[in-house]
């Protein structure tokens, strides 16, 4: 009897894949003078009007190009072009900074002839200044959307501020008789603490869904990927992830009650958990990526929160980074976390190590915890004993360089 396929045989990932991965997608970047000497205006562009869901910051001071891109999706649930700037978030600009952000759109519709509501739009870096709009025009204007590797690349390089490295990733798997492709970009680096999205994350498919089942597939997703990472506890103003599926693979629609359906969550989690960690592993001035496992809640939603306490305590992060195996840090970020715990019942582990049994200290051998801390990957395991609930977040540490960087952000 042929046995079924595990998850990770199901969903695959594609080496070097990225936004271009799936069918009929261009994209492009180009240097308009937003940034002294990097790329800045970046474009994803569908062949076609594709179907598009995105979920936003929850800061009471979202910028003016989210507003836009509400306004886009709302219109018809269709987008086919995505314009982008860094080195300046269009945030907390007024009424001039919402012109500016419907200026972009409309420049972008001219340059690529694409109607206005199937545009949205996306701005980040320093809030508080004005979108320099004839730069802005002169870049949208330069901009040359192609389907290679670089054209994928340059828009990956378009969006970074702060960031140390592209965030891209690929995973392909087999839906409906057809092979379905997701790829994505991102860009987050600090004021990393997401309710609703991150920073900025671009993903697009060519599976056949509706804007309706997409969104919903999407919310799914995104609570258990980057709504569990934190860098530094800031959430932005211009935090935004969007997904397009223009349905090129020739699939038949999806919805819940598909055969595939799963498959395809499952997809839309492995591109989007992938582009989490990308940003939690460069957190400004990080050197390590913490991977927090809570399990034995009495639900999975508190799972989460103590995962995500812990991975955001500053006490845990320095302990990471200074490669201390301080194991009361963790409990005592557990112990202050809004969730159901039983006191008596807590293990802890450092990788393998285990540190504490039952609320209980267990020896262990310090040079060996000191030495797995060394590793660029640092996995924290926390078993209450109370429940099934299971959860992940991911972080960074917390280094010296963190505060060199955001003490010269705006120089």
Not at 5 to 21: C, F, M, N, P
Not at 68 to 80: C, K, M, P
Not at 383 to 410: E, H, P, Q, T
Request: aromatic share 6%; glycine share 10%; proline share 2%.
């Amino acid at each position: 009897m042929k046995q079924a396929l595990t998850e990770k045989e199901i969903i695959r990932k594609v080496e070097s894949g990225g936004v271009l991965s799936p069918k009929g997608y261009l994209a492009g970047g180009v240097h308009a003078g937003l940034r002294y000497n990097k790329l800045d205006i970046g474009v994803i562009i569908s062949e076609k009007p594709a179907s598009c869901a995105a979920v936003y910051t929850t800061s009471h001071f979202q910028a003016a190009p989210l507003w836009v891109t509400r306004d886009s999706i709302s219109s018809e649930g269709l987008i086919q072009a995505v314009i982008v700037n860094s080195a300046c978030a269009n945030a907390c600009t007024g009424q001039k900074g919402l012109e500016d952000a419907y200026k972009m759109r409309a420049l972008a519709s001219e340059a690529f002839k694409v109607a206005q509501h199937h545009i949205a739009v996306a701005s980040t870096g320093v809030i508080g200044e004005f979108l320099p709009m004839e730069k802005i025009e002169a870049g949208i204007k330069a901009l040359v959307p192609g389907s290679s590797e670089k054209n994928a690349q340059d828009f990956q390089t378009a969006i970074l501020t702060t960031d140390t490295v592209m965030k891209s990733c690929c995973y392909s798997a087999e839906i409906d008789g057809k092979l379905v492709h997701a790829g994505g970009a991102a860009k987050g680096s600090g004021m990393i603490h997401p309710n609703m999205a991150t920073m900025l994350g671009f993903i697009t498919t060519d599976a056949s869904i509706s804007t309706e089942h997409l969104h919903s597939a999407l919310k799914e997703v995104t609570d258990v990927t980057f709504n569990q990472i934190t860098v530094d506890g800031d959430t932005s103003t211009n935090d935004m992830v969007l997904v397009m599926a223009n349905g090129e693979a020739g699939t038949k629609e999806l919805t819940p009650d598909h055969p595939d359906w799963t498959i395809f969550v499952d997809l839309l989690k492995a591109n989007c958990e992938d582009l989490a960690k990308q940003i939690a592993r460069d957190g400004e001035g990080a050197t390590k990526l913490i991977e927090v496992t809570v399990s034995g809640a009495g639900s999975n939603e508190d799972a989460r929160t103590i995962a995500k306490q812990i991975v955001g305590s500053n006490l845990v992060k320095t302990a990471v980074f200074g490669e201390d195996a301080n194991w009361g840090r963790i409990i005592g970020a557990v112990g202050q976390a809004d969730a159901i715990v039983g006191p008596g019942n807590v293990d802890i582990q450092l990788g393998d190590i285990l540190m504490l049994k039952g609320s209980t200290p267990v020896e262990f051998s310090e040079e060996e915890a000191k030495a797995y801390l060394e590793n660029e990957t640092v996995e924290i395991k926390v078993n209450l004993n109370g429940g099934a609930g299971k959860g992940m977040a991911w972080g960074c540490d917390l280094s010296y360089d963190y505060v060199k960087i955001n003490a010269s952000y705006r120089t």
